[in-house]
């Protein structure tokens, strides 16, 4: 696609639900990373794969979060037994193979819980 | 601890001044990539520049240049001739490319350009 795309756009959810956000990257990108980013506060890393291999969940809160890449194209996103405190716009990127590429961004799925 | 430090929450400049946001790194890898994106109040990010470690020159992408002291591991960025549509917020990031390719953000800095 011409750009990365999110959805959905917007997504408020009953605590304790679960939600699943999706991501369609460039075509063609190799990595796809996935950040949460509260009000007025930097981008935070959750996680990020290189084609279908996750490379790095270290940033995922706790168990709650997941994330998949299955065919090395689309990812999702999931938050089981949603909180209040996972309230957040969540944000997905995608670059060419790892080096000197800036990451492209979607413009990201605003979670709210209540 | 903190692997991208930007230490000015706000900053108020006169239009058509010359504004540098600061941006230290933490990194003991020799291979890293530094970004500067910039998000105005509509949310998006977008890309302003890139500078690699290993680049011999400072970055520069029309009124934006990165100032790369990799001694000091400071990566500031230089908005030439502020204009009211640089009002945003600007932040920092890096890749460091031995480790993984994961990309670090810093908590950014608010610019607010005056008329």
């Known amino acids: 696609g011409a750009g990365v795309s999110q959805s959905p756009r917007y997504k408020v959810t009953k605590r304790g639900q679960d939600v699943a956000l999706r991501c369609d990257p460039i075509?063609?990108?190799?990595?796809l990373y996935w950040y949460r980013q509260a009000l007025g506060q930097g981008p935070e890393f959750l996680t990020y794969?290189?084609?279908?291999?996750?490379?790095?969940k270290s940033g995922l809160p706790n168990d709650r979060f997941s994330a998949e890449r299955p065919e090395g194209s689309i990812s999702t996103l999931t938050i089981q037994r949603t909180e209040q405190r996972d309230s957040a716009m969540y944000r997905c990127?995608?670059?060419?193979?790892?080096?000197?590429?800036?990451?492209?961004f979607g413009q990201g799925t605003r979670l709210t819980v209540v | 601890a903190q692997k991208i430090t930007q230490t000015q929450p706000g900053m108020f400049v006169q239009e058509k001044e010359a504004v540098t946001l600061d941006c230290t790194y933490d990194?003991?890898?020799?291979?890293?990539?530094l970004f500067w994106y910039k998000q105005p109040s509509s949310g998006e990010m977008i890309f302003l520049i890139y500078?690699?470690?290993?680049?011999?020159q400072n970055a520069t992408e029309g009124r934006y240049s990165l100032n790369f002291q990799k001694a000091r591991k400071s990566a500031n960025l230089v908005i030439s001739a502020s204009q009211l549509g640089d009002s945003a917020m600007y932040f920092c990031?890096?890749?460091?490319?031995?480790?993984?390719?994961?990309?670090?953000f810093g908590k950014g800095t608010r610019l607010h350009i005056l008329p």
């Open positions: 990127a995608s670059s060419q193979p790892p080096g000197d590429t800036e990451a492209f």
């Open positions: 990031a890096m890749r460091e490319s031995d480790r993984d390719d994961k990309i670090i």
């Open positions: 990194t003991s890898d020799p291979s890293y990539g």
């Open positions: 794969f290189n084609y279908e291999a996750q490379q790095d």
């Open positions: 500078q690699g470690s290993y680049d011999q």
């Open positions: 075509s063609g990108h190799v990595s």
